[in-house]
């Protein structure tokens, strides 16, 4: 059997980190198992869905490294619908109601008042054939029920019927599906809502595994219901704990609060985004990992934590400095050659500057400060000490002891030592008073550039 997820977003408004943790937990199932990710958009609702927000979905995905085995979208799947609620028609499990909502709020109501749990009382089962003909007669169009077994053989005569499975996430769980209504799967206007065609997606693309936010709990017995219904076998499921923003608020879509293409255009590396998605709220050090297969090896879904996580994009700095702190100079030697170093000396030019940055951005202003051109920052009281450093500056080739080699001699020719020497030369090197060793950075930035800044 191979391992098959999916995720399954609504191209309704760009994804936030909290739906990219979803995508991210099915991502690093399959690697673990060599399965396969499956994107499917529930693009069924025509009035919000927008391509847009479909192509964002798939870049933010390939940003993060995932890319889908395959894409499909649910509304180009309606057939599947159509048959499988025919099926359920004509098994009678799924029946026609004409109940308006406020008829609805009501008989809820009065369930209440009477002690009763506020669950559907199945009243459209009794209507005969002449009643249900009067009502369609006055306008009234049917939505559709799924009728859900939790009855031996009276359906107004309910009895306890757990519904259990073992969850990747929460361990064993069970829900009374005689605690529950009958669900509406289908609308008066035909189209659908969510639980059908999941379902029915799930058994055409073959799912294996369906991992999830913890706020999709509830709709699991039902689901497992009606994959019995359609003589299928249900997936794994395992929920998830949600993320939520520093200060506990949900994630939105509609908002926009921490959307992957708000924290891709903060020039954060994906990976740490990844791994802070996927490791905070779990029995895991939050640390960055370099690529998805180091993350996957540390994944494990049994170690999510049941409470909700706290998203704090404060912790985004320092975790993507650390990442950049221990990336290889071939792993960016690409993007470094794009900002313009040479080939030839990203190597050497990345071991001088990757420990003095956030983010990889950074690195373009480094390369200023080593090609120039640069002003120089040289106090009053340093001209003539700078002047004089130019004096006893060493001969090419340099290498990572010309630094200290040439303050050295000039020590020896001026008396100064410490700061007083030291951060002279790196103001008018440099620009600044912070930065990279000088070791490292003065071969790349030359001799010529170097007396340049002197004078």
């Not at 890319?67 to 180009?76: H, M, N, Y």
């Not at 059908?196 to 509830?218: F, K």
């Not at 998203?311 to 990442?323: E, I, Q």
């Not at 202003?365 to 700078?386: M, R």
Request: proline share 6%.
């Amino acid at each position: 059997m191979t391992v098959t997820v999916r995720f399954a977003p609504s191209p309704t408004g760009h994804i936030h980190i909290g739906n990219a943790r979803t995508a991210l937990f099915n991502a690093l199932l399959a690697r673990q198992n060599q399965g396969q990710f499956v994107l499917r958009l529930d693009d069924t609702d025509t009035a919000r869905s927008r391509e847009e927000y479909a192509d964002a979905i798939i870049a933010d995905l390939r940003w993060l490294g995932i890319e889908p085995v395959r894409i499909e979208r649910q509304s180009a799947r309606v057939a599947l619908y159509d048959a499988a609620a025919e099926k359920l028609k004509e098994a009678g499990l799924l029946y026609p109601c004409y109940e308006t909502p406020d008829e609805l709020d009501r008989r809820r109501k009065r369930r209440r008042a009477r002690g009763l749990p506020p669950v559907y009382d199945r009243s459209a089962l009794k209507l005969t054939s002449e009643e249900r003909a009067a009502l369609e007669a006055e306008g009234r169009k049917p939505h559709w029920r799924f009728l859900l077994p939790n009855f031996e053989s009276d359906p107004f005569e309910t009895r306890r019927s757990d519904v259990t499975w073992m969850d990747l996430c929460r361990g064993e769980q069970a829900v009374d599906l005689a605690s529950l209504s009958d669900p509406v799967l289908q609308r008066e206007d035909g189209t659908y809502l969510y639980t059908l065609p999941s379902v029915v997606d799930d058994i055409d693309l073959a799912m294996t595994h369906v991992v999830r936010g913890e706020d999709h709990v509830a709709n699991t017995a039902v689901q497992i219901a009606i994959f019995k219904a359609l003589g299928a076998e249900p997936p794994v499921f395992g929920h998830h704990n949600l993320l939520t923003t520093a200060s506990g608020e949900g994630l939105s879509k509609r908002s926009g609060a921490l959307s992957i293409g708000s924290l891709r255009e903060q020039g954060l590396e994906p990976m740490t985004v990844a791994s802070l998605a996927v490791l905070i709220g779990t029995s895991e050090a939050v640390e960055p990992k370099a690529d998805l297969d180091a993350l996957a090896a540390s994944f494990d879904l049994s170690g999510v934590s049941r409470a909700p996580a706290r998203f704090d994009p404060a912790d985004l700095p320092a975790l993507n400095a650390r990442l950049l702190h221990h990336l290889p100079a071939g792993a960016v030697r690409d993007r470094l050659v794009a900002l313009g170093v040479p080939a030839d000396k990203t190597e050497a030019f990345w071991a001088a500057v990757s420990g003095n940055l956030e983010r990889f951005g950074d690195a373009k202003d480094w390369w200023q400060v080593v090609s120039g051109p640069l002003t120089p920052v040289i106090e009053a009281d340093d001209a003539e000490f700078l002047k004089t450093a130019a004096t006893v500056l060493p001969a090419e080739p340099w290498d990572g002891e010309t630094w200290k080699a040439w303050t050295n001699a000039v020590k020896a020719e001026t008396g100064r030592k410490g700061k007083g020497l030291f951060m002279p030369l790196r103001k008018a090197l440099t620009g600044l008073d912070h930065g990279p060793e000088l070791a490292r950075l003065l071969p790349l930035i030359g001799r010529q550039n170097t007396l340049d800044r002197l004078s």
